[in-house]
């Protein structure tokens, strides 16, 4: 018995540190180190496939706000009863400090505003589409480290060896906190890691996109609708392992309804896309046409001049 409780995964003492009277939240960490890899790779990315690099800039300065109001969205609308209705406070609604963000709002609304910007600009969107849809399953896998250190969205109990122990959490008050308090060493139960089995299988989907992009040479949009149908399809998978409350429709969890239908959308929608791939001119006419002439302009100065 000692060697099976050895073996389980403890949770972290506490997500929540504080400098002074500044919280430093664990989830928010993790977020913004998410963000950061997912644009240093889309960076590289896209400029590889013949953009230009600053539209990732404005890209991120558009999606990064709306991707929060999206996802925040998408967690209300889901779990309206924790903020609407007798005894419940709807002001909670916008504090994003307590968590729930849906990251498919997130993208939903994120992509929304991207295309908004790439079409006035006049920039074809399926390029940079491609360009980012891997790095955000990436970014999403090191974000499931968030609801780790808030150990939230576990799944059912379980008696596995890997088995993550939820501990009791208290703020200074001796008040139960369980995402600002500070573990008893109190354990309440142990449950499937689904935090650690999405975290496994964005980073499977991450490497499997690039695979498939590059042997199929996959481009025009395909890239970012197979990101989409491998999320859906890992998320319709952890949501049989969630035991924490949620709406249903139809007697399906919301969330997992939601991934299904998404996932059959996107498959019927990756089989009737066009294949190939877009040349860097296609990606980016203006940018290309910029880059010939500073490097004819570099050519000109570096050549002898004729005696």
């Known amino acids: 018995m000692s060697t099976h409780i050895l073996a389980n995964i403890p949770s972290p003492p506490q997500g929540v540190w504080y400098l002074g009277p500044i919280p430093i939240r664990a989830y928010a960490l993790c977020i913004i180190t998410g963000i950061i890899v997912a644009m240093a790779l889309t960076l590289r990315r896209y400029e590889a496939r013949g953009g230009n690099p600053d539209m ?42 307590a968590g729930g963000l849906g990251i498919m709002g997130a993208v939903a609304l994120g992509t929304l505003a991207v295309w908004g910007l790439f079409k006035y600009r006049g ?7 491609d360009s980012v849809g891997p790095t955000i399953i990436l970014a999403q896998a090191i974000g499931r480290l968030g609801n780790y250190f808030n150990q939230e969205l576990y799944g059912r109990p379980t008696d596995v060896p890997w088995a993550l122990d939820i501990y009791y959490r208290v703020d200074e008050a001796g008040n139960f906190a369980p995402l600002t308090g500070r573990s008893t060493g109190e354990v309440i139960a142990s449950v499937h890691p689904t935090f650690l089995y999405e975290m496994i299988w964005n980073i499977a989907a991450f490497c499997f996109l690039l695979w498939a992009e590059k042997r199929f040479n996959l481009g025009r949009g395909r890239v970012f609708v197979l990101y989409v149908a491998s999320y859906t399809l890992g998320r319709v ?23 299904a239908v998404i996932f059959i959308a996107a498959v019927i929608v990756f089989i009737r896309m066009r294949s190939g791939r877009e040349t860097p001119e296609e990606v980016d006419p203006g940018y290309q046409a910029e880059k010939e ?15």
């Not at 779990?79 to 609604?93: A, H, M, N, S, T």
């Not at 920039?123 to 589409?129: E, Q, R």
């Open 293 to 307: 002439t500073a490097e004819a302009d570099v050519d000109k100065r570096k050549a002898p001049e004729k005696r």
């Open 56 to 97: 990732v800039w404005d890209a991120a300065i558009v999606a990064i706000p709306t991707g929060i109001i999206g996802g925040r969205a998408y967690h209300v609308i889901t779990q309206y009863d924790d903020y609407f209705g007798p005894g419940k406070d709807p002001l909670q609604v916008f504090n994003f400090s």
């Open 123 to 129: 920039v074809p969107l399926a390029p940079f589409a």
């Open 237 to 259: 998978l952890m949501e049989f392992m969630r035991a924490d409350e949620a709406h249903l429709i139809f007697g399906i969890r919301i969330n997992m309804f939601i991934s």
